[in-house]
């Protein structure tokens, strides 16, 4: 499975960004997605998942304020990001994941950066 992002850039306070991530190759599996993010010196942590049967789960740092979707095919994975604070700065990774498998699949990342 090959996973690419796009959608980071820099933004003010306030403003919004939407991320994407599609995923290609061996798809067709049960699977779930979720963008983690990882800002400079701490720990990856998970902002938003989404399940097969479309469940959505958020951190709480991020509830109301962002949207996960998932398209109809289920391997375009999106991440609308409203009121972006500056602690919302990090490195977003999308992840795929098989039900049921160990191994999950990560993107390259995308930058956000809020001033």
């Known amino acids: 499975v090959q996973l690419v992002e796009s959608g980071g850039g820099s933004v003010q306070a306030g403003k919004s960004l939407r991320l994407t991530c599609v995923a290609s190759g061996s798809t067709s599996c049960d699977h779930g997605m979720s963008w983690w993010r990882q800002a400079p010196g701490k720990e990856r942590e998970l902002a938003a998942s989404i399940g097969i049967d479309r469940s959505t789960m958020y951190a709480d740092s991020v509830k109301g304020r962002f949207t996960i979707s998932l398209d109809n095919a289920k391997t375009t994975v999106n991440l609308l990001m409203n009121s972006l604070k500056p602690e919302d700065t990090a490195m977003y990774y999308c992840?795929?994941?098989?039900?049921?498998?160990?191994?999950?699949?990560w993107g390259q990342g995308t930058q956000v950066t809020v001033s």
């Open positions: 992840k795929f994941y098989c039900i049921g498998s160990t191994r999950p699949y």
